[in-house]
């Protein structure tokens, strides 16, 4: 089974796991639009596409108290990229919460690095973990489509 976890920003990433094993990886493909910076939606169409995945998983975001009006648009801007691009290729996708996820990984009540660590023991050849910032968005993809895998 391949199933595809999401982290939906823009600078998030996806990960194609198959039987618990990551065999495709990429950053959130972007692109700037003046100052802002967007998900490319016809190249992470093109990925998603290529990977002939059984199911996908996607990071449940919303706003959180704290952040910028204009920080938050782009954020929602990149979630609604993604869901739309799911909806044009018509793959079986479900929403799931970061506790629901960070649960299933051990990670309540822990800092953020956390999951990349976690990600880097469960995967310990994987050297793209190493890099703390590319590294930790795709632990959290990584997560997600494990914590699918489980449901």
């Known amino acids: 089974m391949r199933v595809l976890g ?6 998030g990433a996806l990960v194609l796991l198959e039987n618990g094993h990551p065999i495709e990886w990429t950053e959130m ?3 700037k639009i003046g100052k802002a910076t967007r998900v490319n939606a016809p190249a992470l169409t093109d990925w998603i596409a290529s990977c002939c995945c059984d199911h996908v ?4 975001v919303h706003a959180m108290p704290g952040q ?3 920080s938050m648009f782009n954020f929602g ?3 609604g990229t993604v869901m739309g691009v799911l909806g044009a ?3 079986p996708h479900a929403m799931v919460t970061p506790q629901a996820w960070k649960k299933a990984a051990g990670l309540i009540g822990t800092d953020k690095d956390a999951a990349r660590s ?4 469960m995967w310990p050849k994987w050297r793209d973990l190493d890099k703390k910032g590319k590294g930790q968005a795709l632990a959290d993809a990584a997560l997600i489509a494990a914590h ?3 449901t």
């Open 89 to 91: 290729l018509g793959l």
């Open 118 to 121: 976690r990600a880097i023991q």
């Open 68 to 70: 910028g009006v204009t």
């Open 148 to 150: 699918g895998e489980l």
């Open 57 to 60: 998983y996607v990071e449940q």
């Open 77 to 79: 801007h990149s979630c």
């Open 29 to 31: 493909p972007t692109l």
């Open 6 to 11: 999401i982290d939906p920003g823009a600078s």
